[in-house]
């Protein structure tokens, strides 16, 4: 009888140990998950600036004429000087007939180069590097007034453009097209 009580305590101890044993285990592969995924994440950042260029974003960026659009739909009436909300403008009402003057029309835009169709966007920089500031985001086809300016920057040139908007910034080169 002696001997069923120290077989009986051996498998309770070995059950309490491989229990154990599994805990150990499924806290240390969640480590090692958190821990990758950690890194992966670190690693997209790092090299997110240089690879935005290829990839392009989602998002609308704030130097993008599709932003201005966006926040003047959704803008908030304008508050008179005592803080109550004015109502909706009104048009401004007609004066007397005369002959309407001609408007100059403004100059055309004679775009020299276009982004080139790639299937994907390409950001217009403040500056000749991957990492400098986007300006805008340039669909394929957007015309570009080059200015003559270029710098190299590794093994990657940089054109200086302006669009028809009037920003002005940087390209890479390969992302533009001459105009015929």
């Known amino acids: 009888m002696g001997r069923m009580v120290d077989q009986t305590g051996l498998n309770e101890r070995l059950q309490q140990h491989t229990r154990r044993s599994g805990m150990l285990i499924g806290v240390s592969m969640a480590v090692a998950m958190a821990l990758a995924v950690g890194a992966f994440i670190w690693i997209f950042f790092q090299i997110d600036p240089l690879l935005s260029d290829f990839t392009g974003r989602a998002g609308v960026?704030?130097?993008?004429?599709?932003?201005g659009i966006a926040t003047r739909a959704g803008a908030t009436?304008?508050?008179?000087a005592t803080g109550t909300p004015r109502g909706p403008a009104q048009p401004p009402?007609?004066?007397a007939l005369s002959q309407p003057s001609p408007t100059p029309t403004p100059p055309t835009f004679a775009a020299t180069h276009s982004v080139a169709d790639t299937g994907?966007?390409?950001y217009l920089r403040a500056g000749p590097s991957a990492?400098?500031?986007?300006?805008a985001l340039l669909?394929?086809?957007t015309g570009l007034i080059y200015f003559g300016e270029e710098e190299r920057v590794g093994d990657v040139t940089w054109w200086k453009f302006q669009t028809e908007r009037g920003d002005i910034g940087w390209v890479r080169s390969v992302d533009t097209r001459p105009n015929p």
């Open 61 to 67: 960026p704030s130097g993008s004429p599709i932003a």
């Open 77 to 80: 009436p304008s508050r008179t």
């Open 93 to 95: 009402t007609p004066t």
């Open 120 to 122: 994907q966007p390409v």
């Open 131 to 135: 990492g400098a500031a986007q300006l």
């Open 139 to 141: 669909p394929p086809g």
